[in-house]
């Protein structure tokens, strides 16, 4: 019995940290939400750059117009789509998850809520 009561005043004492942490976690998602998009553009613009960079050197070489040059920047082109699918991909697999740890910590402090009332 001593030992429950101690558990209960103890979650009292923390039921404020939680909240806290509430806020924080929604600004945390916010700014994350924010870096992926930064990084995405980063992405793309470096892999656009890239395909530029081999579109001028098959030019520089006169194979501009050529089957096999064609086909390099449109297979180098197609990798980095999958990349920046593959990284769209992770980058919300990641927030999801972070979201449902989010949820689970909110249904404890809630639980914690009704045990202690």
């Known amino acids: ?4 009561i101690i ?20 600004t945390v998602a916010a700014a994350n939400e924010g870096a992926n998009t930064a990084k995405e553009k980063l992405h793309h613009a470096q892999n656009e750059g890239k395909e ?27 990798w980095h789509n999958t990349k920046e699918g593959t990284e ?11 979201k449902g740890w989010n949820k689970t910590k909110e249904g404890a402090s809630d639980l914690k809520k009704k045990v202690t009332e």
């Not at 501009?64 to 040059?69: A, D, F, K, Q, R």
């Open 52 to 78: 530029l960079k081999l579109k001028s050197e098959h030019a520089a070489e006169g194979k501009s117009h050529s089957t096999t040059s064609k086909m390099s920047e449109g297979t180098q082109k197609a």
């Open 88 to 98: 769209k991909g992770w980058d919300a697999t990641k927030e999801g998850t972070q």
């Open 1 to 4: 019995m001593k030992k429950t």
């Open 7 to 26: 558990a209960l005043s103890a979650l009292l004492l923390a039921s404020p940290v939680f909240a806290a942490t509430h806020a924080t976690d929604d």
